[in-house]
């Protein structure tokens, strides 16, 4: 039998000699002697590492194999994305063909080929693997997980901080040709203002666009190292690098390694793993087994908490959480795994300790999943890059998570699509009826021309006077919101609230409970942000409803026709954010295909809309405070977390210092800043003119029908039969 124990115990379990005895509760002279005479080691002997290190006999006969294989996984249900991928370009094929040989130029049929066509592009945008970010504090282990992962050492690694840009690994399959045989590429966004897209890169202008360098998986030493030649020269010129690997998890997803968080060098790494994540679906957190969840770790995974859009929805079968992993790395050095459980439990326990009051209860309703303490706590794992009982559950967990994804992501979509396409094929039905009745009653078409067209004055002035009422009204709102919030702050930020605090969660004068209760201190105000957001943003929905159906009743119990509501939903349509008005568009649900399966369907999906209605997906607080309060939260923390106090009244010293480092750091005036920004993107969204463009373009459609002849009808319904046999 060949076993070699020192190599085993080395270079895979990563041991001292006293560290492995304890584990094999033997004394320090039996392994010696094992190591030196491997002959001694009988199979019962064997058999007995293998139980205490979690490696099976076969694979301690075989280490050297085992220790990196890639971890596997069955892609066999991707082939529904496949399939759906395949159809999307049929469809889109046929668009193409009939547009190409269709009889008629009008602006209706136009209107309703692209309309049919944004449906499709927007589904075949949302086909994708999803990517798996790995966040934590710098020396967690991230890029040593992914190599795990894929079985080979491709992501720098070390004990010192390491990776200074983001880096994705991706399948082989998905390597553009334009790489040829390269297997790596550094890159940056090549559209001033807009963040990097990775998919993009099989788009060859956009792939010349981005490239800075490609080459081998030495690039990622070259820029990603901060011994690497043009770490300092690149630094900000190179936003990420993509590897190109042949691993079976690959198939997938995309992993994502970002840099670590707390770089004392370097505040533009924790700006950049703030920020990376926002492109992540699955999130793995990574904090050292011997050091876990501690100061800085609970400020960066609340923050995860409030951004990340859940996979579960309380239909799908998915767990709570389903996509967040809170991973206690390097879990070998712990020395039973009766401490290891109690590590995972306590990181747990105090990461619910410093949530604010109700917050599972909060996220409960605005999801319509429970969630609790537990739930939470289940997402808690451990990992070893070389025992694999220790990294089993993780691996587990995850494992069924993707291959779970396509289907999901599948039905999501073909749902979503049936929804759009159901909506705008009563408007097909609805517009060929109309012209089968203009055809019969030409008059009809003309008289309803006529009237859309002297109502144009008072179109433009009731729609300036609603813009105008708009823009005050939403002025009214930021300024009260504002107010809110700082005496919310003030309300906090006191020395009598900070010592009740302490009494009532029982601080003591000591490190960790300082951290907690800055933690607490700063989760709070962002709770407290939320709810105002949430609150201005409930009112200017009413307000929209009750004035826009105001409107509307005005015009239609007269000679008007146009409908205004139509048309203030319609200058939404492509918007990248609503500000204030997220509340207004998540209750918009089915009005009908003018809105809802137009390039709009996309932005609200992306806010977890779906085409029936919904709630928008991510927290306001996340959409308006960016990384700047996670800095914010860190610099207080670990400015005055470590201060040493004494006495008996330690409570009312530390309580003035924590005032002092918040009017140090104007944390008050940050958040009213960052409040004024999200009210100054609802501004961004208010357009009289977009208003009356809408109303022009109803007015040309309306004067095309008037002046059809009847074979043009008949043209324009055979055009307009042709998209429904498509649908």
Same mark, same amino acid.
């Given at each position: ?50 139980? @205490? ?5 076969? &694979? ?64 075949? =945008? ?9 966040? %934590? ?70 792939? +010349? ?11 990622? #030493? ?9 770490? @300092? ?10 590897? *190109? ?19 004392? &060098? ?14 992540? &679906? ?19 995974? !609340? ?53 604010? #009051? ?29 025992n694999q009982t220790l990294t089993s559950s993780f691996k587990t967990n995850l494992i069924h998570l993707l291959e779970t994804w396509p289907n999901l992501l599948c039905k ?15 408007? $097909? ?10 055809? =019969? ?64 969660? /029982? ?7 300082? /951290?907690?209760? +800055? ?31 105001q409107l509307n009743v005005g015009s239609m119990s007269g000679v008007g026709t146009f409908d205004y509501k139509r048309a203030f939903i319609s200058t939404l349509a492509g ?18 295909? *003018? ?6 369907? %996309? ?42 106090i004494t006495g008996r009244n330690w409570g009312s010293k530390f309580a003035s210092q924590t005032i002092k480092a918040y009017k140090q750091h104007n944390v008050r005036e ?25 109303? #022009? ?6 004067? #095309? !029908? ?8 008949? @043209?324009?319904?055979?055009? $307009?039969?042709?998209? $429904?046999?498509?649908?």
């Amino acid at each position: 039998m060949n076993f070699d124990l020192r190599y085993f115990r080395e270079e895979i379990l990563h041991q001292t000699q006293s560290e492995f005895a304890n584990v094999m509760e033997k004394s320090q002279n039996t392994i010696s002697r094992w190591e030196k005479e491997p002959k001694s080691i009988t199979l019962d002997i064997l058999d007995e590492i293998a139980q @205490k290190s979690g490696y099976s006999v076969i &694979d301690l006969l075989n280490i050297e194999n085992v220790s990196r294989k890639p971890w596997k996984c069955d892609s066999s249900n991707a082939s529904c994305l496949i399939e759906l991928t395949k159809e999307l370009n049929t469809k889109l094929a046929q668009l193409k063909n009939v547009r190409k040989n269709v009889q008629t130029e009008s602006l209706n049929y136009t209107k309703y080929i692209e309309k049919l066509s944004n449906i499709y592009k927007h589904s075949f =945008k949302k086909i994708h693997k999803p990517t798996i970010a790995f966040l %934590g504090n710098s020396d967690v282990g991230k890029s040593t997980l992914i190599n795990t992962l894929i079985g080979q050492e491709v992501l720098p690694s070390g004990w010192t901080p390491i990776t200074s840009l983001s880096i994705y690994v991706k399948h082989i399959e998905d390597k553009p040709k334009y790489l040829n045989d390269d297997s790596a590429i550094v890159v940056s966004s090549p559209l001033k203002g807009q963040p990097l897209n990775i998919d993009w890169l099989t788009d060859e202008k956009y792939f +010349q666009a981005s490239c800075i360098e490609s080459g081998s998986t030495a690039l990622l #030493e070259k820029y990603g190292s901060r011994e690497g030649k043009i770490y @300092k020269e690149k630094l900000s010129e190179a936003e990420a690098a993509v590897v *190109y690997v042949d691993a079976p998890i690959l198939k997938l997803c995309t992993l994502l390694d970002l840099p670590g968080f707390g770089t004392s &060098d370097d505040v533009n790494d924790d700006l950049k793993a703030a920020e990376g994540k926002e492109n992540a &679906d699955i999130y793995v957190y990574m904090s050292l087994a011997n050091a876990f969840m501690r100061g800085t770790d609970i400020t960066y995974l !609340k923050d995860i908490l409030d951004r990340m859009k859940p996979f579960e929805n309380g239909q799908n079968g998915l767990d709570p959480l389903s996509n967040l992993f809170v991973v206690a790395s390097q879990a070998h050095v712990v020395s039973s795994n009766e401490e290891l459980n109690k590590i995972l439990s306590d990181g747990a326990n105090r990461m619910n300790r410093v949530l604010p #009051e109700n917050y599972w209860l909060a996220r409960s309703e605005y999801y319509n999943v429970d969630y609790t303490n537990d739930s939470f706590t289940k997402r808690f794992f451990s990992f070893s890059r070389d025992n694999q009982t220790l990294t089993s559950s993780f691996k587990t967990n995850l494992i069924h998570l993707l291959e779970t994804w396509p289907n999901l992501l599948c039905k999501d979509l073909r749902n979503e699509q049936s929804q759009a396409t159901k909506l705008l094929t009563d408007e $097909l039905n609805a517009e060929i009826k109309s012209l089968q009745s203009f055809r =019969k009653n030409k008059e009809e078409a003309v008289e309803y021309y006529e009237k859309l067209k002297a109502e144009k004055q008072t179109v433009y002035k009731k729609s300036e006077e609603f813009v105008n009422n708009l823009e005050e009204k939403i002025d009214l709102y930021r300024k009260q919101s504002i107010v809110d919030f700082k005496d919310a702050f003030d309300r906090i930020i006191n020395e009598d609230s900070i010592i009740s605090i302490i009494k009532q969660k /029982e601080f003591k004068n000591r490190k960790k409970d300082k /951290e907690e209760l +800055q933690n607490y201190l700063n989760n709070t105000l962002k709770q407290k942000l939320d709810t105002i957001c949430h609150r201005y943003s409930s009112k200017l929905s009413i307000y929209l409803h009750e004035q826009l159906e105001q409107l509307n009743v005005g015009s239609m119990s007269g000679v008007g026709t146009f409908d205004y509501k139509r048309a203030f939903i319609s200058t939404l349509a492509g918007l990248s954010t609503y500000g204030a008005l997220t509340a207004y568009v998540g209750t918009l649900g089915n009005l009908g295909g *003018y809105i809802l399966v137009t390039k709009a369907v %996309g932005v609200l999906s992306s806010l977890g809309i779906s085409v029936g209605g919904g709630a928008a997906a991510t927290t306001f607080v996340a959409a308006i405070g960016g990384p700047i309060t996670i800095i914010i939260g860190v610099a207080v923390l670990t400015g005055i977390a470590a201060s040493i106090i004494t006495g008996r009244n330690w409570g009312s010293k530390f309580a003035s210092q924590t005032i002092k480092a918040y009017k140090q750091h104007n944390v008050r005036e940050t958040y009213t800043g960052a409040l004024e920004n999200w009210w100054n993107e609802t501004d961004k969204a208010i357009n009289k003119d977009k208003m009356i463009a809408d109303y #022009e373009e109803q007015l040309a459609e309306a004067e #095309e !029908k008037a002046n059809y002849n009847e074979e043009e009808c008949i @043209k324009l319904e055979s055009a $307009l039969d042709d998209l $429904l046999n498509i649908i």
